[in-house]
Structures are given as structure tokens and as C-alpha cells.
């Protein structure tokens, strides 16, 4: 049976700890973890758009 590695890593920010999503290796779980902070940071008002090629509507998400 072949191992893969899995990378996480966790961040300390204004003494609140983040963890980001496995990566590959090293570089991306300390890339993904500084995008957790950034994501927090940001708050819970992100707004994303997605448009409906069918329709060409526009429909805003609230990420809680």
C-alpha cells in the first residue's frame, strides 16, 4: 500500500488559533491555514456570485 502525506498547519493570530484544510504538502496547509485567518477576518458577510448560465440570474450568498 502506497502512504500519501497529508500536511495541516495551524496558525496563532491575535491569540486565536487556525487550522487550516489538509494539504499536499507543507507550503499549501500553511497557505491554506493563512487563508482560514483571512476568511475570519473578513467576517460572515462574504458575499459570492454565481450566475446561472440557464438563466443569467445573479444569486448572493451569506456564508454564516
Same mark, same amino acid.
Given at each position: 500500500d502506497l502512504?500519501?502525506?497529508? =500536511?495541516v498547519s495551524t496558525l496563532v =493570530?491575535?491569540?486565536v488559533s487556525y487550522t487550516g484544510d489538509k494539504g499536499r504538502n507543507k507550503k499549501e496547509a500553511?497557505?491554506?491555514a493563512a487563508?482560514?485567518?483571512i476568511l475570519s477576518i473578513l467576517g460572515t458577510y462574504l458575499l459570492l456570485s454565481?450566475?446561472? @448560465?440557464s438563466?443569467? @440570474?445573479v444569486f448572493l450568498m451569506h456564508i454564516v
Open positions: 502512504l500519501i502525506p497529508v =500536511f =493570530f491575535n491569540g500553511e497557505q491554506l487563508r482560514a485567518i454565481e450566475i446561472i @448560465n438563466s443569467g @440570474n
